[in-house]
């Protein structure tokens, strides 16, 4: 067991780690922005993109994940040093085969692919011809990212959490250097994003194999898919995969949605999602990360109270930082598209059009987070049903708002939909804890809730004088843009957490066994 409050300082580990990598996506970001715009070639790249980062996320990271670390923590806790290995070299064996087999049809079926996810490029035959050939570039990351996923899912059942959380950040090394160098190189240019995912798959694999090594979990070929373990993974692999693919499939739909709608409007979707994705990566990915095997460690031992209290330790963490996140994104939205991505091909419309996405998103950052604070509750006691069935009720309200509101909000309703869904899915996901009683609230939470209220009026009003008028921001120089944007959030900040303060938080009463 390590000692008090060592899940506090993983927390802050994963997330410091995941705060380089989000402040290296903003620069790749700008970089692409400013290279390239929001146009016909982006739009080709971020959904030739977004089909091996789907596959990644509902294979490789999503489903896998949430199945091999609670058996591995089980055989880990349960079973010697040599059964543990042996079930690694199988697993690790049969996922690259089964990926490999999947990169080389997504490499072949590449023009299948695009017509299905993105119908509205086909009436563009150069826009449709270029998402082929990215498409057939960047699809090989999906199989480095499985043995990526493997490796970040061993090494954080060791509680090593901090290399995993490092990974992503030579993606997007990979490709701030190549937009920025190679990319005249390249005809036409943006073949070169393409490559640097290839390439920045390769990195991440590179950088966590040693690491596997030295803990002595480094895979061996052992070809055994009929051993017990494996099994036991791939039963509980099949419907992960739906329950954590809710998501990802509204997104994708999302895309086909946005095809037929006027060009730009994949790309303006894209920088709003970039943006709610930094507070959703740094604490809720965060807390998935290091909640998942120390869930699936309470579960093995049977201590069913310290397994109800760490969730609710999540969720308050989650409430605290969230809520005040979801309001700057909101309210500061053009400060922060402005000082970002206001620059070269980016114009005032994209600001303006990718505004009206990202304020939509934020209305669901809460339930986005929540739902990977919750998920873990079910998967580390390897129960599976209960979130397949909230994912489908999930994916079918998603798609009935899709109708409801693209047709007056256009691509802002496709952002609202999947924000209003994450609620709904969050919501689903708790009522189904309590409903088992997985979980049981500590006492404090209408105290807690009300003080969390007051803070957040304080900020409001701090964020909403010191901001001035939106149309400002867009005749500022960057400079100024930066300078100020950076001393409003600094005084943001210090007036929350100093009404907190003042409300009674203090550290030590968020710190928590791993």
Known sequence: MSSPGSLLRSLAT????TLLSRVLGFVRDFVIARSFGAGLMTDAFFVAFRLPNLLRRL???????????????????????GETKQLVDRVATLLFVAVALVALLGIVGA??????????????????????????????????????????????TWSRFALPAFTPVLLNLAMIGMALFAAPWFDPPVLALAWAVFLGGMLQLAI???????????????????????????????????????????????????????????????????????????????????LLPSLARCHASERRQEFSELLDWGLRLTLMLTFPAALGLAMLAVPLLATLFHHGAFSANDVLQTR???????????????????????????????????????????????????????????????????????????????RTDAYRPLPGWRSFLVKLGV????????????????????????????????????????????????????????????
């Not at 994963?14 to 780690?17: L, P």
């Not at 921001?473 to 007036?495: D, H, K, N, Q, V």
């Open 14 to 17: 994963v997330s410091g780690m």
């Open 59 to 81: 294979f490789a990271e999503g489903a896998f994940s949430q199945a091999f670390v609670p058996l591995l923590a089980e055989y880990k806790n349960r079973q010697g040093d």
């Open 111 to 156: 023009p299948l692919l695009i017509h299905v996810s993105a119908p509205g490029f086909a009436a563009d035959a150069n826009k449709f011809s270029l998402t082929v050939e990215l498409t057939r570039v960047t699809f090989p990351y999906i199989l480095f990212m499985a043995l990526v996923a493997l490796a970040a899912g061993i090494l954080n």
């Open 208 to 290: 966590q194999w040693p690491a596997l090594r030295r803990i002595g979990m480094l895979p061996r070929w052992d070809w055994a898919p009929r051993d017990a373990g494996v099994r036991r993974i791939l039963t509980l692999m099949g419907p992960a995969v739906i329950g954590v693919s809710v998501a990802q499939i509204s997104l994708l739909i999302n895309t086909i949605f946005a095809s037929f709608l006027p060009s730009g409007s994949v790309s303006w979707r894209y920088y709003a999602d970039r943006l709610m994705e930094f507070p959703a990566g740094l604490l809720g990915a965060a807390l998935g990360t290091i």
């Open 356 to 434: 009206s996405a990202l304020v939509a998103y934020s209305i669901g950052l809460t339930g986005l987070i929540l739902v990977k604070v919750l998920a873990p509750g079910f998967y580390a006691r390897q129960e599976i049903r209960t979130p397949v069935r909230i994912a489908i009720i999930t994916l079918l309200a998603t798609q009935a708002m899709n109708l409801a509101f693209i047709g007056w909000l256009k691509h802002a309703g496709l952002a609202l939909s999947i924000g209003l869904a994450s609620c709904l899915n969050a919501g689903l996901l708790f009522q189904g804890l309590r």
């Open 455 to 514: 803070a957040m009026g304080l900020l409001a009003a701090v964020l909403w004088f010191a901001m001035g008028e939106e149309s400002a921001w867009l005749a500022m120089s960057f400079g100024e843009r930066m300078a100020r944007l950076t001393w409003i959030i600094a005084a943001g900040i210090g007036t929350y957490f100093l009404a907190l303060f003042a409300l009674g938080f203090r550290i030590r009463d968020f710190r928590r066994r791993a």
